[in-house]
């Protein structure tokens, strides 16, 4: 074998480093290995956090074994103290192998005494008396002759360890941060220190390249402000990403498609979405989480990445649909049962579940359907009433339905087996003023209908990062003011004289955000009020509206 053919099975030593804790850098170093191992490349994820240790905990099951299942093998430390004593520890001993195919080798043996042997470790002493550097320089080349990629989980901050990880082993640094000064300017700080560091040691490892990955990154809620440290970023940051980028890619474009953005329920405990929810949702975290590995997977090779040569992105599943049939019959149904309550005006939603669902029993619906009730004012969407025997939901073939007429509010809905919802509901507003529309009544009914949708789904048991599709539609609007329903709420009244319905459909996930649903509340009621002579709020007014509304009601949801 040439050197040449040699040099291409040599493998790339990957060291994810953050300055500061709370970056992300952990999670996205463990999904990053997922991908590479899923695309069929052998990966070595090494534990060198040695003070704040688990990345293996990302990979575990629950088919794993109980316990610590780092007591099984030795790691990191033990290896150190193993070269200290003179009794070296074969590595390929320290693996654990997890699916779908990551091998880790953990920071070392938890058996009641690695605190102990982590104190003991005093790395001055180490380099100068027991070659720890030529130790790990052999460790390094085995790794990369054995894997094709090696993931290396550092240290934060400035430490010895921190610099094992980031002048000793990677070939490139891949910067987590956040929109911190002192994130940002601590990870361009340590790349000059590595660099300089590298320079000194006694081997050509060659230009350390960084790779600066803005991490819990907030432009779907913040979005002036994220903005400004995006501009900031691609400032500080200029120079490492022109080391590799293309001609013609700018920093900012770079910083756009490798942000990852912070989705607050992947906060909680070691998951890996991009096995559970996918990369199919560019706003989602797995989308980024995927456009990382792919350049990592590419070395860097920036349209290889994004154009998918070698790693396409598997096919979009075709989502299923709602039953036009089903929705027709019912509102048939309901639109009689207004006309005869002599109702001029209504609010008309449905929704469902883009993916699959778990088939449900009548008597199983009417217990999902009674904890997803959010109450407001008047009756709660899908209310079930039980003081009254022919308004109590009917069980049917295909789910319940509830026909309730009780004089001064008309509501019908229905819910399928399968998760399908739709229910019509008379205006609150005809039950207090005629020819009226409130604007807030309208965005707190449609937070409620969103919120109301959520919690079905939940009863339901499908995961948050399942996706919904909802359309709202009101009715019997022409001729109506709009309003609002305190006087010291200031609003120019406006007629609308032209347009009686208006209906508008979203997409989102069940585990939305309290953010999300003022944005979607928002896009829903737009095209409702504009009607009446352009009306529009600003985006502060949904904002307050919604957020006293989930806040009364949040010991509900």
Same mark, same amino acid.
């Given at each position: 074998m040439s050197s040449q053919e040699g040099a291409k099975k040599r493998g790339t030593v990957y060291t994810f480093y953050s300055f500061k804790g709370g970056a992300g850098r952990s999670m996205a170093l463990a999904n990053v290995a997922a991908l590479l191992a899923k695309w069929g490349r052998s990966v070595l994820v090494i534990d060198w956090d040695i003070e704040a240790p688990g990345i293996e905990k990302f990979f575990i099951t629950n088919d794993s074994p109980s316990g610590s299942i780092r007591s099984s093998r030795p790691g990191i430390v033990d290896l150190i103290h193993g070269q200290a004593a003179r009794r070296e520890i074969d590595w390929r001993e320290c693996i654990?192998?997890? +699916?779908?195919?990551?091998?880790?080798?953990?920071?070392?043996? &938890? +058996?009641?005494?690695?605190?102990?042997?982590?104190?003991?470790? &005093?790395?001055?002493?180490?380099?100068?008396?027991?070659d720890l550097g030529n130790y790990i320089e052999r460790l390094r080349t085995d790794w990369i002759s054995s894997f094709d990629f090696v993931l290396v989980d550092s240290r934060t901050g400035v430490s010895d360890v921190g610099?094992?990880?980031t002048v000793h082993l990677p070939d490139i640094l891949v910067l987590l941060f956040t929109a911190t000064d002192s994130s940002i300017y601590g990870a361009s700080q340590i790349v000059e220190r590595s660099r300089r560091a590298q320079e000194l040691l006694p081997l050509d490892r060659g230009h350390l390249i960084a790779v600066p990955v803005p991490s819990k990154d907030e432009s779907r809620t913040e979005y002036e402000q994220a903005m400004r440290w995006k501009i900031k970023f691609a400032e500080l940051f200029h120079d490492f990403y022109s080391e590799?980028?293309?001609?013609?890619i700018s920093a900012q474009e770079a910083i756009e498609l490798l942000r990852i953005p912070y989705v607050p329920y992947w906060s909680f405990g070691e998951r890996l979405p991009v096995l559970t929810e996918g990369g199919f949702d560019p706003g989602s975290i797995g989308y980024a989480y995927e456009i990382l590995a792919r350049l990592?997977?590419?070395?860097?090779?920036?349209?290889?990445?994004?154009?998918?040569?070698?790693l396409p992105p598997p096919p979009s599943p075709k989502p299923r649909e709602i039953d036009k049939d089903w929705i027709a019959r019912h509102r048939s149904a309901a639109?009689?049962?207004l006309l005869k309550a002599q109702k001029p005006g209504f609010m008309e939603a449905y929704h469902g579940c883009l993916d699959s669902t778990p088939s449900k029993r009548q008597a199983e619906l009417l217990s999902i359907a009674r904890l997803a009730m959010v109450h407001t004012f008047g009756w709660p969407i899908g209310v079930i009433l039980d003081s009254r025997q022919e308004f109590r939901p009917r069980p049917t073939n295909d789910g319940i339905v509830a026909d309730i007429d009780a004089g001064h509010d008309y509501d019908y809905w229905t819910l399928t087996k399968s998760g399908d919802f739709y229910t019509l509901l008379s205006l609150f507003e005809d039950d207090r003023q005629e020819g009226v529309l409130y604007f807030?009544?309208?965005?707190?009914?449609?937070?409620?209908v969103i919120q109301h949708c959520v919690n079905l789904y939940k009863g339901f048991g499908i995961e948050p990062n399942a996706s919904v599709v909802l359309t709202v539609r009101h009715g019997g609007l022409k001729g109506r003011t709009l309003t609002a329903t305190q006087d010291r709420i200031s609003l120019f009244t406006s007629t609308n004289f032209h347009e009686d319905e208006v209906e508008t459909s979203v997409n989102f996930k069940v585990g939305v955000s309290e953010a999300e649903i003022v944005t979607l509340v928002e896009t829903l009621c737009e095209p409702l009020f504009v009607i009446f002579d352009y009306a529009r709020f600003d985006h502060s007014v949904y904002t307050q509206i919604v957020t006293n509304f989930i806040q009364g009601n949040r010991g509900r949801f």
């Open positions: 654990l192998k997890f +699916d779908p195919g990551v091998s880790v080798i953990s920071a070392g043996r &938890d +058996d009641g005494e690695y605190l102990d042997r982590l104190q003991r470790l &005093d790395f001055h002493t180490l380099f100068a008396e027991h610099g094992i990880c590799w980028l293309p001609s013609g990592l997977a590419s070395r860097l090779d920036w349209y290889e990445a994004l154009e998918g040569r070698r639109m009689k049962g807030n009544t309208r965005i707190i009914r449609v937070a409620e």
